[in-house]
Structure formats: C-alpha cells, structure tokens
C-alpha cells in the first residue's frame, strides 16, 4: 500500500513525496523550492554538496517549519568526528534553521570508523540539531556494519532507485529492518522516461512518463524526491497518491524493455 507519510524507526513522521534540489542553485533554486511548498511539497532534499544551502533557507523563511521535512547530508570527505559537528552546525546556518529533520552520510568512507560518525551523529540528536540520522548509498554489507554501531536508530537510506535501478535485496534487507528506503535520480535524470515498457504503460494509464516511474517507487514502499527545475512539472509529479498500477504492469516495470 502506497503511505503519504512513513513512521521512521525512531517515531518521527517522514513524508514519503518530496522535492530534490541537486543541480538546483541561487535564486532558481530559491524561486523552485519556494513554489514546491506553496503547491503542498512537505519535504525537501538537499545536501552539503549541493551548494545550495542558503538557498534553499531563503526559501523556507516565511513558511512554519514545522510543516517542512528537511533532510540534509554530510561529505563522505568530513565523516571525523569533529568535521560532522563542525559541517552540521554550518549548514543549520547556511539553512537558517534550529534543527535537521534528517541528517545522512552522503556517502560511505571506509577510511573513517562508522562508529566516529555515528557518535557525532548521535550527539547532534542528543543536542535537539537533529531529529532522524540515517544513510545514503550505502550497501548491504555497509548497513551491516551500520547497525551494530547505531545508538539512536539508522531510519533511513537514500539509494538510486528506478525500474532501471532496482536493487530488490537492497529493499527488501532494509524494510526488514525498518530502515525507509528513500529512491534518489526515481527519474534516472530525465534518461529513462522515452524507455518503451514505460511510454507504453503511461498511454495505458493516461498518465506521463514521469508520473509511471514515480508511482512504481511509491508502490515499491520507498519515499520518492524527483527535482525539476519547472513549475509545471512540480505539479505533473505531485499527481501521484489517487490512481494506482495493477500488479502484472509492476511486474513489468521490475525489469522493463
Ligand atoms: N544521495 C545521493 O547520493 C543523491 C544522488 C543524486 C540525487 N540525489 C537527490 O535525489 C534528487 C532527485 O534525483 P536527480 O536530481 O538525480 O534526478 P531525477 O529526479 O531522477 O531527475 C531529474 C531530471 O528529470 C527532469 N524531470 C523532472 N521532472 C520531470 C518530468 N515530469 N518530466 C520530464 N522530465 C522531468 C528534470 O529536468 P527539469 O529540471 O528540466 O524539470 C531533471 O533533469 C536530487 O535532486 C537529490 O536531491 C541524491
């Protein structure tokens, strides 16, 4: 079943559709994110990587921020001790906010313990900075070593994930252990959208190409957060939650032409 909002394993409400911001920068970044929530986006996504903190904070003044899911995401480079609490405390700044609904390793760095960046991790939990900590890109055999180092609990991991990425044991060792699936590039970037099994499949539903795929995640159980750079198309990816695909054509989608 499709959820609106996933209950993460520490308790705190995660909604399962955002708006992605990679790519996204100064005033279009501001203007596009903006919009989003005008339009209903609840969740935003970005990263320290990115280079669109400030950015992305001009748009949040203005609306309350409790009704905003932010997640944002450390360097795999800064995952010391002291760089995660130095990194974390700048991009709150940058974000103009009190607090990180969620906070990911963006990458994982085997040159640096787990165990290091957990504590920082669990620190800034303690501190109030952040509300969920969890992952991204991470395998299984990362997330093994993960979680017998997790203090406050890993809720989260955000993969790439699309019909032409789809890592099933990945989904399925993370629901057994609670851990949300969040699908990044859901899109692939733009590059699978002309694919056959997916034009064919969104005739049939008279829905677009975009919509199928975003869908597809959805009804997998992962939390989706395409980024556009258009207004029409936060609309167009938003129209996701009243119409569903039927069982064979996700079957088909699993491993599409
Ligand atoms: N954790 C990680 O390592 C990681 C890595 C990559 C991405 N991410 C996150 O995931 C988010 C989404 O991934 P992504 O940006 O890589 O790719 P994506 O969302 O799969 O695709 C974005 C591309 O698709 C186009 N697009 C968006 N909506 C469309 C629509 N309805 N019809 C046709 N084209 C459409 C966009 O163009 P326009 O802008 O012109 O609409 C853009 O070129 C990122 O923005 C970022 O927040 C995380």
């Known amino acids: 079943m499709v959820q609106v909002e996933y209950e993460l394993r520490d308790g705190h409400p995660m909604p399962a559709f955002g708006l ?30 990115y280079g669109n903190h400030e950015a992305v904070g001009k748009a949040l003044k203005g609306f309350d921020r409790s009704t905003i899911f932010l997640t944002s995401k450390v360097q795999p480079r800064r995952l010391r001790y002291q760089d995660v609490i130095q990194d974390c405390n ?3 700044r940058e974000l103009g906010t009190e607090y990180l609904d969620l906070y990911l390793i963006h990458w994982p760095n085997e040159r640096i313990p787990i165990q290091e960046t ?32 997790e203090d406050h609990p890993l809720t989260n991991n955000q993969v790439r994930f699309h019909p032409y990425d789809y890592d099933q044991d990945l989904l399925e060792f993370c629901q057994r252990q609670h851990i949300v699936v969040t699908a990044y590039s859901p899109l692939g970037r733009g590059r ?66």
Request: charged fraction near 25%.
């Open 20 to 49: 992605g911001t990679w790519a996204l920068r100064g005033s279009r970044c501001t203007t596009i994110v903006k919009r989003a929530i005008e339009l209903g986006y609840k969740h935003i996504d970005t990263a320290d990587m």
């Open 90 to 92: 700048r991009s709150l």
């Open 118 to 149: 957990l504590r920082a991790f669990n620190e800034l939990v303690d501190a109030g900075k952040v509300r969920s900590i969890g992952v991204s890109n991470f395998t299984i055999r990362h997330l093994h070593d993960a979680l017998q180092a």
């Open 192 to 257: 699978i959208l002309h694919n056959a099994t997916i034009r064919d499949l969104a005739s049939k539903y008279r829905r677009t190409a975009a919509q199928i795929c975003l869908r597809w995640c959805l009804q997998k159980g992962t939390i989706v957060i395409p980024k556009t750079s258009s207004e029409a198309r936060l609309k167009e990816n938003m129209d996701l939650f009243d119409w569903k695909i039927a069982a064979d054509d996700m079957t088909a989608l699993d491993a599409p032409t």
